[in-house]
């Protein structure tokens, strides 16, 4: 079969594998649609990886080819999409119910062989089998998107809640989309970039604030402060701010990745302690039974049309194409929002 491999920092080959082997409790998929995540940008750009040569990949859909000898619950021809985290089982997180919290996991596309190949053999337990009335292309978006329903169950939402989203990336985008679904109130949306922000109108934002042209410290003398903020853009910039002009008693979920240092102001960490703010992280998007809630709702959003995730497929790829998308992903002002490699398409 053939691989797109990482063999050294920011060099990628196209080479032909042999096709996985297929154990007991496992499925071999044939890969439909497999999307480039932001925490694969380091994987390629730096290196990031456990070894080399790595085949990265954990967004994705496809069809089963054939099952290992002890799968019931799925058959040859099955469309799924499958949740790339492999919890171990034993600690006590994984005890308790709690997967995303294992001591001791393993995770398709970082630590194991990613579908951005032709196969890939997962465990069964980790497929969804996808409704027929929802194209795989939709499908492989299903993984980011229990990412932002993971991050808003980790706050208490109520009718008319006034919320503000730090960020219209992906993740960003798919929170609002998730949020419009949950029938909250107003809802603000903060991104440097015009044509996501524009995005984000079409997908259902009340207000848009690009803070190159209009700062957040003057915006917020004009408009109430948001009673929560979801930051999702992992920059160390947003992450203060969403200390920073949220109400009294208001909520933050975290679900943006830091990648440099955040420092906090005495005047920012008091507000923490005047405001009685609640502050949560949120980490991936699992729940028990595994792989959890997010799952069986994220499909249901999408196959009944509750969410739309079409127009943040921005850009579909070869495998030929190498690391092009990942390229047109980091450009100044890039539009892209979701990029797919199209592998075996529906």
Not at 53 to 76: K, M, N, R, W, Y
Not at 169 to 183: D, H, N, P
Request: proline letters at 5%.
């Amino acid at each position: 079969m053939r691989a797109l491999e990482v063999v050294g920092k920011a060099q990628m080959m196209l080479n032909e594998l042999e096709k996985p082997k297929l154990e007991p409790d496992k499925v071999l998929i044939k890969v439909s649609y497999c999307g480039v995540c932001g925490s694969d940008l380091p994987r390629y750009f730096d290196g990031g990886v456990h070894a080399f040569p790595q085949v990265l990949g954990h967004e994705f859909s496809g069809i089963i080819e054939a099952c290992g000898a002890d799968v019931t619950d799925f058959v040859s021809g099955d469309r799924v999409a499958v949740a790339p985290l492999i919890p171990c089982g034993k600690c006590d997180a994984c005890q308790k119910g709690e997967p995303a919290m294992c001591a001791d996991y393993s995770f398709i596309g970082s630590r194991e062989q990613g579908a951005m190949a032709e196969y890939v053999a997962v465990p069964a337990k980790n497929c969804v089998k996808v409704p027929k009335n929802l194209s795989l292309k939709e499908a492989a978006l299903l993984e980011p998107l229990t990412v932002a329903i993971h991050g808003i169950e980790r706050i208490k939402l109520h009718a008319g809640v006034s919320v503000m989203i730090l960020g219209a990336g992906t993740i960003g985008l798919l929170t609002l989309l998730a949020l419009r679904a949950r029938g909250v109130g107003e809802i603000t949306v903060v991104d440097l970039n015009d044509k996501k922000l524009a995005l984000a109108k079409d997908s259902g934002a009340d207000r848009l604030v690009n803070p190159s042209n209009d700062p957040l410290e003057d915006y917020f003398k004009a408009h109430e402060l948001p009673e929560i903020v979801i930051e999702t853009a992992g920059s160390s910039v947003t992450q203060v701010q969403a200390i920073r002009f949220i109400q009294k008693r208001g909520q933050i979920s975290y679900v943006g990745t830091s990648t440099k240092e955040v420092v906090l102001s005495p005047v920012d960490f008091e507000k923490i302690l005047r405001g009685e703010l609640e502050i949560t992280g949120s980490w991936m998007s699992y729940s028990a039974p595994f792989p959890g809630f997010e799952w069986t709702a994220g499909l249901r959003y999408m196959a009944e049309k509750e969410i739309n995730v079409k127009p943040l497929i921005t850009g579909i790829y070869r495998l030929e194409d190498l690391e092009k998308p990942f390229k047109e992903m980091v450009k100044k002002d890039s539009e892209h929002v979701k990029v797919l490699y199209g592998i075996n398409q529906e």
